[in-house]
């Protein structure tokens, strides 16, 4: 198979898998092979194209870098104790748990909008609604291709994933716990699987939307331009 057909390959199996393990499972990695796959991952990440550096104000945190995004990775062991600490929240962390119970790895992504005017000093939310300008969609942008090359980098070594809004993730008590500033906005809670999920009992839900609406002909259209 050439390099292209392989790349295509890899594009069109990518589908969400949330596996939903009933108990906390033993990783199928040890944690250098887990370190090597986050590693890898990542690297695939900073690979994506980017239009405009970050404000200032982010790369003050220890991450120094100008890239619109961040990503706070955790193996499975860190995704077990998160699940344990979830049960003690306030709000009902949900699947999230069952999958954390899963995971090999959990990669979250932020994105680091550009604001404007005073901001609080402590936040309690997100700073929404953010500005919606060219800068920021761009930040998005290219935040989500970098999560699109972590996904089509899991689904080439064979590691069932899932891309989540974050639900519980996302909110003060556990963005506390896991030192992810409420500055910057959760795009994607990616979440990596072992190898050899599907052959275990247990549920795995896929995309509801997988099949919808891709006919090219409803959503693409040719331009023809008279001469
Ligand atoms: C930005 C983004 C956020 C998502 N968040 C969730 C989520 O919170 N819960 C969920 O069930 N699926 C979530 N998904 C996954 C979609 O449901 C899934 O991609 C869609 O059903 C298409 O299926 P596929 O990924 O298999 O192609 C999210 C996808 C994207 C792009």
Redesign the pocket.
């Known amino acids: 198979m050439s390099n292209e057909c392989n790349t295509e390959h890899i594009i069109k199996q ?5 596996v939903l393990a009933d108990a906390p499972w033993e990783a199928s990695l040890n944690p250098k092979e887990q370190e090597d796959l986050i590693k890898d991952l990542l690297d695939l990440a900073a690979c994506a194209p980017y239009h405009y550096k970050c404000a200032a104000k982010y790369q003050t945190y220890g991450l120094e870098s100008s890239l619109p995004f961040r990503a706070y990775t955790l193996n499975s062991g860190t995704c077990r104790t998160l699940a344990k600490q979830l049960q003690f929240m306030d709000m009902p962390p949900g699947k999230i748990v069952n999958m954390l119970w899963a995971a090999e790895a959990l990669i979250i992504m932020t994105w680091l909008p550009d604001v404007f005017g005073e901001q609080p000093q402590e936040r309690d939310i997100e700073p929404l609604p953010f500005t919606g300008n060219l800068r920021n969609m761009e930040h998005i942008a290219a935040s ?1 291709a970098a ?1 699109q090359n972590i996904l089509l980098g899991a689904t080439h070594k064979g590691f069932p994933n ?6 519980v993730l996302r909110q003060k008590p556990a963005r506390e716990f896991l030192e992810i500033s409420l500055d910057e906005m959760l ?2 809670c990616l979440f990596i699987f072992p190898q050899n999920a599907h052959q275990r009992e247990v549920e795995i ?8 609406g891709k006919n090219n002909s409803t959503w693409s259209k040719s331009i023809t331009l008279g001469k």
């Open positions: 990518r589908k969400t898998a949330k989500s999560i899932y891309w989540s809004s974050g639900g795009l994607g839900k896929e995309g509801k939307l997988h099949n919808e």
